[in-house]
């Protein structure tokens, strides 16, 4: 037979081992509703930003799943779990690049959607464009893995540190900046709104490496360590060019207004073919042209063009030395 008496819990017995019940007492979720008023009448607004609307906008996991997805097919089983051989490597590349296709026309289908809301266009029927880009996106795969090729053995030929093409591949920042940007320079080129910036950002987060998918970058690019390197929009690099750590090719003053009145000049550096620009060097400029196998110190300033096959280095510092004792 049950017990029908109700157990009574003693709260302040509980309390006097733990002070739980005591501290939410203290609890103000009755302020919250206010708060939530505020934030819907600051997007009410132009001062702030949201995407509420029936729209979808692309997702950056997805992007994200993309970049590792072509990832996995421009270097055939290193990034798989699946063990690839003659009999099976047909079969699996073609089944994840039927798959890849299929990921990449509906972020561009929600990317052109979006655009299109945000900036008030007509329609410009999304689905059509986004799979001819798509298809374009796929078709750019075999040559986004021969330049990559030779991106590797830029690597090999100039870093005495690496003992294989498997250690670049796996270990080396700068490759895997270097594979997110060609692939997101093809959708550049594509004129695909927004996807590219999300795939190269993902890339600087990982990398500390930030290079704009609007640049061009020639074949046997190499950046050696990697960290801090900014390549901005409108730089164009030649081929066999190596770059250091904290390498930045940007652009001079800005003002104010620039984001309207300089969108479409030319404001970052020209590195000519078989250029080396070693640490912490800063080079800037749409009119600064690095000239043909110059080499260029670190931590130089650069702001005005250097001819053909010049060594730029700095004066070395007076050090003064001290017994310290």
Avoid at 13 to 24: F, G, N, P, S, Y
Avoid at 111 to 133: F, P, V
Wanted: hydrophobic share 40%.
């Amino acid at each position: 037979m049950s017990d029908k008496n109700p157990t009574i819990i003693d709260t302040r017995a509980i309390a006097a081992l733990c002070d739980h019940i005591e501290v939410t007492s203290c609890c103000q979720h009755f302020k919250v509703p206010g708060i939530v008023k505020e934030l819907l009448s600051s997007w009410s607004t132009k001062e702030c930003y949201e995407h509420i609307s029936p729209v979808a906008i692309p997702s950056q996991e997805e992007i994200i799943q993309i970049v590792e997805q072509a990832r996995c097919i421009l270097f055939p089983g290193y990034f798989t779990r699946t063990r690839l051989h003659a009999s099976n490597l047909e079969y699996y590349i073609g089944k994840k690049t039927t798959d890849l296709y299929d990921k990449v026309a509906e972020q561009i289908t929600m990317a052109i959607r979006h655009d299109c809301r945000r900036n008030s266009l007509l329609c410009t029927n999304c689905e059509s464009q986004s799979y001819s880009k798509a298809l374009a996106f796929i078709e750019a795969l075999p040559k986004v893995a021969a330049i990559l090729a030779t991106d590797i053995r830029a690597a090999l030929e100039g870093d005495p540190a690496t003992k294989s093409p498997d250690e670049v591949i796996f270990c080396y920042p700068g490759l895997l900046a270097t594979l997110v940007y060609r692939l997101a320079h093809e959708l550049y080129l594509l004129k695909v709104p927004i996807i590219p910036r999300i795939m190269t950002e993902y890339a600087h987060t990982k990398t500390g490496i930030d290079i704009h998918p609007g640049a061009t970058i020639g074949s046997s690019f190499f950046i050696d360590h990697g960290t801090g390197v900014v390549i901005g929009e409108t730089t164009v690099i030649g081929n066999n060019v190596r770059l250091y750590q904290g390498v930045t090719l940007g652009a001079l003053s800005l003002p104010r207004d620039a984001g309207e009145k300089m969108r479409n000049m030319k404001r970052h550096p020209t590195i000519e073919n078989d250029v080396i620009v070693y640490s912490n060097t800063t080079i800037l400029g749409g009119e600064t042209i690095i000239g043909e196998g110059s080499v260029i110190g670190g931590n130089i300033w650069l702001t005005s063009s250097v001819p053909a096959g010049t060594k730029v280095l700095l004066k070395r510092p007076e050090l003064i030395y001290s017994n310290s004792l």
